[in-house]
């Protein structure tokens, strides 16, 4: 609930606190000394419309500040937490300014946040009914969510098992939409994909095969040069047979290694070197040993060229398509059959898929259509309830009507459109509310929906504004009887012009403007029994010292006190 509103520079408030309470409360004063500028300010914390010319002249800007208690756990404590607020003991800050300019600002638990987060938040927080505000329960979903939670048990354990239905349905839905609407693109990349994996298959590809070629091609394409060059290396190294006179390494080693063998005994230099000449001759003589046997190995084979030179083509083209290696191909061919496994599976996905929302149809429909039923039954009982509450609010011609529309498309909460109508008198149409109502009737309709609605849509705060435009006598005091039956149940912040509406709250604050035409701190007063009864006179004679009017308010606080106490 609100315990504390300050406004600052909003019409002819210059600086005011309102401390508030539970129960109701109400707001009077002169005409034109600002009181309709509390629920202004009000609506302007709430996420309302950010009007410059509400900004009083001479002044900068609007501020209106609030501090209200919210439940640890409650759906508004969540809503403040996910924009990033935060709550000092269940106590939340909310603040809005707005420039001479027209730019407006909030804050919302010491986080800024965007306007419409207000008005977000203000669903589970205040319901501000002024004449020009913008009422929740004119929204068709809020008149649809009021109406659900007025028919109770009864509606809502089916609502539930149809929300669960609902939110499967939509998942399947979506995936089914998905998998269905990109088959043909996922024919064609089975396809592309099929066709690699058989085109690799076929090629019986071997790992690091590409690089295995290169070198036996280059064997192959070169054969004589290398047995060539083997054989000249060979006999350079052991000479040549044919020749008259040897100059091969081998023999010129061994004439090196008899020579310092002969006195190696006499310098251990010399002896080493002798050894290193040793290994050289037997590496050298290893090596031209391999080089007989490579020549010998070495043969021109046109045909295996040109197998091997016809297989490189085919990995080469192959490497164009999947990768730049024979590994990279092979590895292509390993995610593409995978892949193809995905895709063939998406088939038997469909079936199961489309087998499953046809289920979900049919019992989304058998749980809508028993919706239907319920809200229409409801629907009845309700305008018939709050038609009743229009008699006694000097409304005894109108007639409330909610008509329950059924569609084809499921939506969160059903097939149906829920619409409050209202006919203003016998011969009238039902029309929606803004259209079947001056600006005071909607006030009054809007007690009077509130009042059957308190238990079932319940906020914890209501502020009305002019509920009582056009009325007197005793259906003033019945709109003050209502206010303060739907203050049992919630905080409820009026302002009036009606001593019979004003005598019923359980606090009543007066606002004044000083000399300088503004309000100002010492303008707003919370005002005692005896102040009551002055302020109560004052409205009812225009006297406030008036013992006639003094004598009738206080038969009008009696009265009130009586009836609340019941």
Request: proline letters at 3%.
């Amino acid at each position: 609930m609100l315990e504390e509103v300050r406004i600052q520079g909003v019409g002819v408030i210059d600086d005011a606190t309102l401390e508030l309470s539970p129960g109701l409360t109400v707001v009077t004063g002169e005409t034109g000394a600002g009181k309709t500028m509390v629920v202004t300010g009000l609506g302007l914390l709430f996420g309302g419309r950010a009007d410059p010319q509400r900004v009083r002249p001479g002044a900068d800007r609007a501020l209106v500040e609030g501090r209200m208690t919210v439940p640890e756990g409650s759906r508004a404590a969540e809503r403040v937490s996910e924009a990033g607020g935060e709550l000092d003991d269940d106590v939340l800050i909310l603040n809005r300014t707005v420039s001479a300019e027209g730019r407006s600002r909030a804050t919302m638990g010491g986080r800024s946040t965007p306007v419409s987060q207000l008005a977000y938040l203000a669903d589970d927080l205040v319901a501000v009914h002024g004449q020009s505000d913008q009422h929740r329960l004119l929204r068709s979903e809020r008149q649809r969510s009021a109406l659900d939670r007025y028919a109770g048990e009864c509606l809502a354990n089916t609502l539930q098992a149809y929300s669960v239905a609902y939110r499967r349905h939509s998942q399947v839905a979506a995936e089914l939409d998905e998998l269905t609407q990109y088959a043909k693109e996922r024919e064609q990349e089975a396809d592309v994909l099929r066709f690699g994996v058989e085109e690799i298959g076929e090629a019986q590809l071997s790992p690091g095969e590409d690089a295995e070629l290169l070198a036996e091609e280059n064997r192959l394409a070169h054969a004589d040069a290398l047995r060539t060059a083997a054989s000249t290396a060979h006999e350079a190294l052991t000479g040549d047979p044919t020749a008259e006179v040897q100059a091969d390494a081998v023999g010129l080693l061994s004439t090196a290694r008899g020579a310092l063998t002969a006195v190696r005994e006499h310098d251990s230099d010399l002896a080493s070197i002798a050894d290193r000449l040793d290994e050289v001759s037997h590496v050298i003589s290893d090596a031209a040993t391999e080089l007989a046997s490579y020549a010998e190995s070495v043969e021109a084979d046109p045909a295996r060229l040109a197998a091997v030179q016809e297989r490189r083509a085919l990995l080469s083209q192959l490497s164009r398509k999947y990768g730049e290696t024979t590994d990279d191909v092979l590895a292509w061919a390993e995610n593409a059959a995978k892949r193809l496994s995905e895709l063939q599976g998406d088939d038997e996905r469909i079936d199961a898929l489309r087998e499953e929302e046809a289920e979900l149809r049919e019992r989304m429909t058998e749980l809508a259509d028993e919706l239907t039923r319920v809200r229409t039954e409801v629907a009845e009982e309700f305008g018939e309830a709050v038609t009743e509450e229009l008699t006694a609010l000097a409304m005894p011609h109108a007639r409330v009507v909610v008509r329950v529309t059924t569609s084809e498309e499921f939506g969160p909460h059903g097939r149906d459109g829920i619409e409050i109508l209202l006919a203003a008198h016998p011969s009238a149409p039902p029309l929606a509310l803004h259209k079947g109502a001056s600006g005071g009737e909607l006030s009054r309709v809007m007690l009077a929906i509130e009042v059957v609605f308190a238990g079932a849509d319940p906020v914890p705060t209501f502020v009305f504004d002019e509920v009582d435009a056009g009325v007197g006598g005793k259906a003033a005091v019945e709109i003050g009887r209502r206010l303060a039956k739907l203050a049992h149940r919630a905080q409820v912040i009026v302002v009036t012009h009606l001593p019979q509406v004003a005598a019923f709250g359980d606090e009543h604050l007066v606002v004044e403007k000083s000399d300088e035409g503004t309000v100002t701190a010492s303008g707003v007063t919370r005002l005692d029994r005896a102040g009551r009864a002055r302020e109560l006179s004052r409205m009812l004679a225009g006297l406030e010292d008036s013992e006639l009017g003094r004598a009738h308010a206080e038969e009008l606080l009696t009265i009130a006190e009586a009836d609340r106490a019941t």
